[in-house]
């Protein structure tokens, strides 16, 4: 595999280090090699990263060090040593995640949780400042310039949604009555899309083309989301609260069950040809569709009938939520993975879900 020396070889070659390590390799730094081109005045190397199904034997490392003087190359690493003392080190750690935990940019192996390859700069390096400069190409500036976009979301948020209510002369309703449902549509606006985004990342992998998943995901989401929220049409007037009180278990059990079990099924059908696996991806996503169409407008509902003055702003908290999440989803994903962002999607829907119980404004009237 041809890619740029020193840093994307070297995530290479932890990459092959972990994935022969999953099969159950026990030396996997004696199955790879590394050559490159980084000879003045080549300003810009490539490295050549070879990885073997059996170990290297010493007739296959000098035959690799003939070619590679014949052609120019060095020598990065080999199973009996190389030229780079990084490269080195990171084949033979016994821990390789640990070893780019302490490496001066992020050269951790990208997985299908964390698929950000291209990626080299921590957010906490951004954040608390990093004194390597080894950031090669405009990719290298893409976390900070997404860093900067959820921070201007966040300042846009805050001023056309949170700002006008200090311009008032009087609130809607009282702040006891208003903060929590404020506060519930918030989370089902970060909840909804926290979910969203990372279900299309997940699905793109099986279905094995961006394309398929967005359409394919997105249709399955939407159409069974507006048909659950046509369904609540079916809740008797002020029986929203109990309605609320069924939904939401099962949307947590089946949101978990999907964060644990997906993993697998996709397994077992990967192989399978792709209008079976778009078949299979809708069945496996309408029930949360479903569910997830429901909290939206049964709490509107109950807002209704409680303060209706707060109407709009359910609606303008809500919008403004899911602007921030789409951003935030991937800051999560780059940071901590796919699993940790649907994971947080998660949380506010629990949180959604605890600010209806313990909040005397969602209690029905016959209650």
């Known amino acids: 595999i041809t890619r740029a020396y020193p840093n994307e070889a070297l995530r290479l070659l932890g990459i092959a280090k972990v994935a022969w390590s999953k099969v ?3 030396h996997p730094e004696e199955h790879i090699a590394v050559l490159h081109s980084w000879v003045p005045p080549n300003l810009y190397p490539l490295a050549n990263v070879i990885v073997k199904r059996s170990a290297f034997t010493a007739q296959d490392i000098a035959r690799l060090n003939r070619i590679a003087a014949d052609i120019g190359f060095g020598v990065a690493y080999e199973p009996a040593g190389g030229e780079n003392e990084e490269f080195k080190a990171f084949a033979s750690a016994a821990d390789p995640y640990e070893y780019a935990r302490n490496y001066p ?32 190409s405009i990719a290298d500036k893409a976390t900070s310039a997404l860093l900067r976009l959820l921070a201007l979301v966040t300042v846009l948020a805050a001023t056309f949604v949170i700002g006008p209510l200090f311009f008032r002369r009087r609130l809607p309703v009282s702040a006891r009555r208003g ?28 279905l094995g083309h961006p394309l398929y998943a967005l359409s394919v995901i997105l249709f399955t989401i939407l159409i069974f989301s507006g048909l659950g929220s046509l369904s609540t049409q079916r809740v008797p007037a002020g029986r929203e609260g109990q309605a609320l009180r069924r939904t939401f278990p099962l949307l947590v059990v089946v949101l978990l069950a999907s964060i644990v079990f997906l993993p ?49 702003w359910a609606w303008g908290v809500n919008g403004a939520a899911s602007v921030l999440a789409s951003v935030g989803s991937i ?5 901590f993975g796919y699993s940790i962002a649907l994971a947080t999607g998660l949380a506010f829907y629990a949180l959604a879900w605890t600010t209806s119980i313990v909040s005397g404004n969602f209690v029905d009237s016959a209650e």
């Open 24 to 26: 159950g390799v026990e």
């Open 105 to 136: 940019i992020d050269i951790s192996p990208t997985t299908d949780d964390s698929p950000f390859f291209f990626n080299r700069v921590r957010i906490r390096d951004i954040l608390f400042g990093n004194p390597d400069k080894r950031f090669e």
């Open 179 to 206: 903060a929590p449902f404020l506060f519930y549509f918030s989370c089902l606006g970060l909840a909804f899309i926290l979910v969203e985004l990372p279900m299309i990342q997940r699905f793109m992998l099986f």
């Open 264 to 312: 697998p099924l996709f397994r077992t059908f990967v192989g399978e040809p792709t209008p079976i696996k778009v078949v299979a991806s809708m069945i496996l996503l309408a029930p949360l569709g479903f569910l997830m169409g429901q909290p939206f407008p049964l709490g509107l509902r109950i807002l209704h009938r409680r303060a209706t003055e707060l109407t709009p």
């Open 331 to 335: 800051v999560l994903a780059i940071g």
